[in-house]
């Protein structure tokens, strides 16, 4: 047994579950939300548990999101490799997995944070992995709109963790990434069309065309730009922030229009990456605009 668990192989299947990447931004959204929700340093015992538990937590909704849709990541390239699809992890562990990891969590949250930060991260994992992937997921187009809350929530739990408070400052953050989704998401779905049609999913591309899609994207990032300029509207940042929320945003922009006009599925990739580029940078103009202005 314990050869098994040791095995390096096994350890990087586990860790893989946890789509470690994505888990990597999210954290990252909420340490800023952190840093951000007081004027001087936030206690750094506070800090590392709250980073510690929101990462586990959410590597945990994750690992569930992969439990569920092991049948759905069969029939799809870009997930048929996945630890359970492949057969190298078995439901039983990816189960077991999940709920020490999310359990270990949300335990380090309510010990060592507070209860609240430690309600609104269960609400948030059960958004997602639950309401998302099992409800909305197979059943609308709108799925990433409504399914995007959850994902929206990760500078409010920092924001919760340092002041145990959800001021307006940290609901301008959720809203920047709320509105983000759609435009991230369907980026890809639109060079992965095949793919979620394959799987049976009603994709926004899948359902409406590739088109309307693109005008989609175009609406929401045009909307994007506005809202990413509110923590400035609000006094909440300062010159610098405004000058890089303006041009991310602004690129963010064109390249919507470049993509209605002229599409290709390289253009949509790249714009999928820009879009993981422009949230770390947006949240890092922000924590660089907190501090020196
Ligand atoms: C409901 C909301 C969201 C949906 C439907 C969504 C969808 C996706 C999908 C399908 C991928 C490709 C994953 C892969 O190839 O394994 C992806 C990648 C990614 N997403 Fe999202 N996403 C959402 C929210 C977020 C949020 C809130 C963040 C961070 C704050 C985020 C950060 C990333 C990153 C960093 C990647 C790249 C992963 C890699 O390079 O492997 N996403 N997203
Ligand atoms: C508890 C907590 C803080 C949770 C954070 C919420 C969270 C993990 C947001 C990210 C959402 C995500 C990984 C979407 C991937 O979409 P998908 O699952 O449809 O993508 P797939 O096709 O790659 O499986």
Partial sequence: MSAVVLDKGVVSQFVALTKPRVVSLV???????????????PAPDVVFFATIGIGLTAGSAAAVNCLIEQRIDAVMMRTRRRPLPSGALTSMQ???????????GLFLLHRFVNPLTMWLTFATFVGYAL????????A????????GASGAMPPVLGWAAVTGQ?????????LIIFVWTPPHFWSLALYRTQDYARAGLP??????????????????????????????AFGMSGPLYLLSAA????VFVLRAVRMLRHYSDALA???FKYSIWYLAALFSALLVDHYLT
């Avoid at 309401?131 to 197979?138: A, D, M, N, R, S």
């Avoid at 041009?247 to 602004?250: A, D, I, K, Q, V």
């Fill in 131 to 138: 309401i998302y992937t099992v409800w909305l997921k197979p």
């Fill in 203 to 232: 994709m926004l591309p899948v359902t409406h065309g590739a088109e309307y899609t693109r005008k989609m994207i175009l609406r929401y990032t045009i909307g994007l730009f506005v809202v990413s300029l509110l923590p400035y």
């Fill in 27 to 41: 954290v990252f959204c909420a340490v800023i939300g952190m840093f951000l929700a007081t004027p001087g340093l």
């Fill in 94 to 104: 990816t189960v077991t997995f999940a709920f020490i990891v999310g359990g270990v």
């Fill in 269 to 271: 990739r790249s714009t």
């Fill in 140 to 147: 609308t187009p709108q799925n990433i709109v409504i399914g």
């Fill in 247 to 250: 041009g991310l945003s602004g």
């Fill in 166 to 174: 959800v001021p307006v400052e940290a609901m301008l953050l959720f």
